[in-house]
């Protein structure tokens, strides 16, 4: 009914790049999609989101991007499966073997799924994102703490959620963290405001 099922959400952190290169990083992600599809239950590769083929795989992107994905998908023995590029500056809709890219009219319920399905792809990229740089900050801010290891790292993110509330916290909200002495707060707050964090 054209409603997204959450539970097959899946992210892939990009891994083989040092820059940026879009063509690449869709390669590494389609490619680290299908090669699911071998895997069975029991498999450490296995994962219920990955079990069926998909019909449509709708690439965020040009030609570029369009032909990065085929060429990753080329490798697997895939039963038919459609492919299309969805360019989001003018709503173009690119498709194998068209020079030409499909345009739309703008009510055209198929070019609305279309865009749903992309806008929500990328209200959960997004946060996937966002969750990596605070997690990023917290590392940076936590390599000059002494007294905070792993253990006290997860419980500070865990109480705070993000580095400015951390950063914002007072001493007495320092020391009040489940799972960390409040001597290890004060010295905590302490660090934080000689270092002008405070």
């Given at each position: 009914d054209g409603l997204p099922k959450k539970a097959h959400y899946r992210k892939f952190a990009v891994r083989s790049l040092d820059g940026q290169d879009d063509f690449a990083a869709m390669a590494e992600v389609i490619s680290r999609r299908f090669s699911?599809?071998?895997?069975?239950p029991g498999s450490d590769d296995w994962d219920e989101g990955f079990v069926a083929t998909p019909n449509l795989v709708v690439i965020d992107g040009g030609k570029g991007q369009l032909s990065a994905a085929l060429a990753a998908m080329q490798t697997f023995d895939l039963p038919r499966v459609a492919v299309i590029a969805l360019a989001k500056k003018e709503e173009e809709v690119f498709v194998p073997g068209e020079p030409r890219a499909i345009v739309l009219s703008r009510h055209n319920p198929g070019l609305q799924l279309?865009?749903?399905?992309?806008d929500e792809a990328h209200r959960f990229?997004?946060?996937f994102h966002r969750q990596r740089r605070e997690a990023r900050g917290f590392e940076s801010i936590f390599d000059r703490l002494r007294g905070v290891g792993p253990t006290r790292?997860?419980?500070i993110l865990n109480h705070f959620g993000s580095p400015e509330a951390f950063?914002?916290?007072?001493?007495?909200?320092?020391?009040?963290?489940?799972?960390?002495?409040?001597?290890?707060?004060?010295?905590?707050?302490?660090?934080?405001?000689?270092?002008?964090?405070g």
């Open positions: 699911r599809l071998e895997a069975g279309l865009q749903r399905v992309r990229a997004l946060g790292r997860r419980a950063l914002a916290a007072s001493q007495e909200e320092l020391e009040g963290i489940p799972g960390v002495p409040a001597k290890t707060g004060r010295d905590i707050y302490a660090q934080l405001h000689k270092a002008g964090r």
